[in-house]
């Protein structure tokens, strides 16, 4: 199995009525196509005194597992391509963590969630393995000393399983955003924004910088660049296998 997701960043808040739109009518009866075991949605909350520095969207995540590659689908080809212009990321994982740094038995039932889900990508010419030796073995070990966190994991991102073809519709958005071009997914959890605050802006551990950083403080990826994030809460906001029918294939 693999699990899709995907980062929605509207470019102008006006347009949210016509992406609403789109996506009830269009896009996820088309996803729909290729019989997904799981696909809900998660609508962004306003992020947390001082978390527009890091490269906050602020619309959506889409998660959805499939038994199959679904970016290798022709289905893809024929759907509604996009009505308002939006920023996307789109990364594939394992269906479940491939490290888990903290909180690992903790449920959503124990306690408020402030979930704060984040993408990044490492500099030109540092390879995952080199990346990954320093935030698996350097890195997390220090973000668990945050004094508001009470749970962290990563996915560590899948190789596209095919390449964006030129003149494919917009609905697959350019190279520069899909899963090749970014490493990881990571998600930590505060019990509000004040345990973010706390724990990240007010009193932060102390971290080490690697070498290869191209920028000189927490999370040392550009934000907006090579490391974007999303607040959401607990629950999905919709569960589109329950609300909504396959497009007809």
């Not at 088309?30 to 949605?41: G, I, L, Q």
């Not at 992020?47 to 597992?65: L, Q, R, S, W």
């Not at 899963?179 to 724990?199: I, Q």
Request: charged fraction near 20%; glycine fraction near 6%.
């Amino acid at each position: 199995m693999i699990k899709t997701i995907i980062f929605h960043h509207l470019l102008d808040m006006d347009d949210l009525p016509a992406a609403e739109r789109w996506f009830y009518r269009y896009h996820i009866p088309e996803v729909m196509r290729n019989r997904p075991v799981s696909y809900v949605s998660f609508r962004a909350v306003p992020p947390p005194p001082g978390a527009e520095d890091y490269g906050c969207f602020n619309y959506k995540i889409h998660e959805n597992v499939s038994l199959r590659d679904a970016e290798a689908s022709p289905a893809l080809t024929a759907m509604t391509p996009e009505v308002v212009p939006l920023k996307v990321i789109m990364v594939n994982v394992p269906p479940a963590p491939t490290e888990d740094f903290k909180g690992a038995g903790l449920s959503m039932g124990d306690t408020n969630i402030l979930r704060w889900v984040t993408v990044f990508r490492y500099p030109d010419g540092v390879g995952m393995d080199e990346g990954d030796d320093w935030y698996v073995n350097v890195h997390a070990p220090e973000v668990v000393r945050q004094p508001g966190l009470t749970r962290f994991f990563s996915y560590r991102v899948l190789a596209s399983p095919v390449p964006v073809r030129e003149g494919a519709a917009s609905f697959l958005h350019p190279r520069s955003l899909v899963s090749s071009d970014w490493h990881r997914v990571s998600e930590l959890w505060y019990e509000n924004g004040n345990g973010w605050v706390e724990s990240v802006v007010t009193a932060p551990p102390a971290y080490t910088k690697p070498d290869w950083a191209r920028y000189d403080r927490y999370p040392f990826f550009a934000p907006g660049v090579d490391f974007a994030s999303m607040f959401i809460l607990e629950r999905p906001t919709d569960d589109w296998l329950r609300v909504v029918t396959p497009a007809y294939v």
